[in-house]
């Protein structure tokens, strides 16, 4: 039977293909390979235990000494594009005699991507790419190796795998059907999102869609897995299909001994449970306060100055090396990362204390123990204790981090910004049902407007540290317009369109202005005006972008009409309960695991083949038998667009309560803070994803 542990081994199965190749070699690696890699294996580490001489980033400004003349190119995009101008410039600057070329993109989609549609044997792109290597490092006779290894995903947790390579993939929107559209003709445009197919998405898409569902299938084939693919939302189904209909999945399934269902979700149905602050959630809340690691989708930055005999001071912070959250090489680290990713917050900081108290005392360090409430100062007193002794500093580095990590998220600032949100998004919760929504958002517009001398001066934002500034803003107006249209009467919302249409034109004057007073922008802000620095805006730039932003707001409570009964994640207030959130994949496992085991109408099938397609059929007229997502001992949820710790909670929570004892792994593209769904709604780049081309 297959077990979560075989498919959590499975990428540290295909590092080893990698490893195999790196003795004596120079390796150049993108981001994101490096990024699976650090969750994988523990990072260059274990490049240099394999007989690597060095590790360096796959840019033009790298290259080999003299001395090196081998080096292995670890890469997660096409041999295309800006990928093979960069190659072609580390190796003309070095003197190399041995070259392997490592993609996570499968040949086949080389062929793809190249216009290439009838069947050819071998592996041409390749072969033609390896004599390219050969004429740059100025010798045919010198050796190149070009292969494909299915290096897409990274074990965060036994509970969840990413791949960090689709991490900018999002189901598509209102404004992305209107793209597309445009550039068909009129009669053949679509009704609708659920109108639209793979081959009429753009190409660079397609090639996303189709390299996520071969970089599946690979999972599935190591871990010898037939999987019954079911789908919930438009951009889940096209990746389904894809899985579904894969040319190498037929014959795979026909052998398999293992059997799993796969479930994918659309991430748009609940963007409620991804930007509020509701989760209570230690590692939610280390994410959205810490830096990214440079490089890093997922992981942070732990300051690390307070180990060190180091003075601190702002310009110190880049002499130390930083810490982490990825432990792989500490079970006692990984068993508290562990703990939480999948505990409530409370809990969480417990363990967190517990496990640098036994750690201290393992040491024999003098620790002075203390219970009640874990304080911030409290932790860093004790993994201080470690400052002087250096063998247990290494013995337990990875907990040390991981106690830093939450010391630093409990004393940060923009944490009392978190509780703000969380005690606003409770009163909108209970206001959306007891009156319209107009009313509602009106609510929003004093929160643009920042108190009079309530700006710390050492401060970036105009904002008060326990007030809501622009970033907090647009979350909540996200929180707002994914539920409006279910919670309000159908019959009322002719009569409010005019007032709502007045009241947002206020509310984009209030935002605009209340961003263009902003002394420095944040990253979200950043990316949504593409200005770095705050002296760049415009009001004409900025009131453009809001602009923008409302017009994609409208179309988010719409985003389940298309269903037939999981329609709705807002209960409104009977009189004697209060209004509640329910959120969308607690639904879904309802359904999944109702004791009479019921087809729900959304969660959709999607056919392997012709057995399936002829009991579809048969279906109509006989009573068939056919394949529902709690058949098999495995379960996968697929979350299209990311998914958030808290989540992962959900999940472990509502199968203990269900049904104690089945198997549920995660997989998504990307573990979400609050602040990413505003970037990937607002920057309109779901039709065009990097791929290196």
Not at 461 to 478: A, H, K, N, T
Request: net charge negative; charged share 20%; with cysteine.
């Amino acid at each position: 039977m297959l077990t979560p542990e075989a498919v959590w081994h499975f990428p540290v199965q295909m590092w080893d293909r990698v490893l195999s190749k790196v003795n004596r070699a120079v390796v150049f690696m993108d981001d994101t390979c490096a990024e699976v890699l650090h969750w994988s294996t523990g990072g260059a580490a274990a490049l240099f235990q394999a007989g690597a001489r060095n590790m360096k980033q796959f840019s033009s400004f790298e290259s080999c000494s003299d001395s090196e003349p081998k080096a292995v190119f670890v890469v997660s995009t096409l041999l295309k594009g800006r990928t093979v101008d960069t190659m072609k410039d580390i190796i003309s600057l070095s003197h190399l005699q041995y070259c392997v070329v490592v993609t996570t993109v499968s040949h086949s989609l080389h062929l793809l991507a190249n216009n290439v549609t009838a069947d050819v044997d071998g592996a041409p792109v390749f072969e033609q790419f390896e004599d390219k290597l050969c004429e740059w490092m100025g010798d045919m006779n010198y050796t190149a190796e070009v292969m494909h290894v299915p290096l897409t995903f990274a074990p965060v947790s036994q509970q969840l795998l990413l791949a960090p390579a689709y991490a900018p993939l999002f189901p598509l929107l209102p404004p992305d059907l209107r793209a597309i559209n445009a550039k068909r003709p009129e009669k053949k445009r679509f009704g609708s999102l659920l109108d639209v197919d793979v081959p009429s998405l753009p190409a660079e898409l397609q090639i996303e869609i189709k390299s996520l569902a071969a970089a599946l299938n690979a999972m599935f084939e190591a871990t010898g897995t037939r999987e019954e693919s079911f789908a919930v939302g438009h951009m889940s189904r096209l990746i389904a299909g894809e899985l579904a209909s894969h040319p190498q999945a037929k014959n795979r399934r026909k052998t398999a001994p293992n059997k799993a269902s796969i479930i994918f979700v659309d991430r748009t149905l609940d963007l409620t449970g991804a930007v509020g602050h509701h989760g209570d959630n230690l590692v939610e809340k280390i994410l959205t306060v810490l830096k990214r690691l440079p490089g890093h989708v997922t992981d942070v930055q732990v300051d690390m100055q307070e180990l060190t005999s180091v003075q601190i001071s702002p310009y110190s912070q880049s002499s130390v090396a930083p810490g982490c959250l990825a432990q792989t090489q500490s079970p006692a680290a990984h068993l508290l990362w562990e703990t939480m990713l999948t505990s409530k917050h409370k809990e969480a900081v417990m363990a967190v204390r517990r496990q640098l108290v036994e750690a201290a005392s393992k040491e024999k360090l003098p620790i002075k123990m203390s219970m009640g409430r874990v304080t911030p100062e409290q932790l860093c007193s004790y993994a201080q204790l470690f400052r002087h002794n250096l063998g247990a500093l290494e013995s337990h580095c990875g907990v040390l981090q991981l106690g830093l990590a939450t010391a630093q998220t409990l004393r940060h600032p923009r944490l009392s910004r978190w509780d703000a949100c969380l005690a606003f998004e409770r009163l909108l919760l209970q206001a959306l049902g007891d009156a319209e929504f107009p009313v509602v958002l009106r609510q929003l517009l004093p929160l643009m407007k920042p108190r009079e001398g309530g700006q710390d001066s050492g401060s970036a934002s105009r904002f008060g540290e326990d007030e809501c500034g622009p970033d907090e803003l647009i979350l909540l107006l996200v929180y707002l317009y994914s539920m409006a249209d279910e919670a309000q009467p159908a019959d009322q919302e002719d009569a409010q369109e005019e007032e709502l249409e007045k009241l947002e034109r206020e509310l984009m004057g209030a935002l605009t202005l209340a961003i263009t007073r902003e002394m420095a922008l944040s990253p979200l802000l950043q990316k949504l005006t593409g200005c770095t620095q705050a002296d760049e805006l415009t009001t004409e730039r900025v009131h453009s972008t809001v602009e923008d932003m409302f017009q994609t707001l409208r179309g988010l409570s719409h985003a389940r009409d298309h269903l037939k009964q999981l329609r709705r994640v807002y209960t409104a207030s009977d009189g004697v309960h209060q209004a509640t959130y329910r959120p969308f994949l607690r639904q879904i496992l309802e359904e999944v695991f109702h004791p009479d085991r019921h087809e729900c109408p959304d969660i959709e099938h999607m056919s392997g083949g012709l057995t399936d397609f002829l009991k579809t059929g048969f279906s109509m007229f006989m009573k068939v038998s056919r394949p529902h997502p709690s058949d098999n001992p495995l379960l996968f949820l697929f979350l299209v667009g990311g998914v958030t710790p808290s989540e992962l909670r959900l999940i472990k929570e509502t199968i203990a309560a269900l049904k104690p004892g089945t198997q549920v792994l995660v997989l998504s593209n990307r573990l979400l803070r609050p602040t990413d769904i505003p970037d990937l709604l607002f920057t309109m780049q779901r039709l065009a994803p990097d791929i290196g081309v």
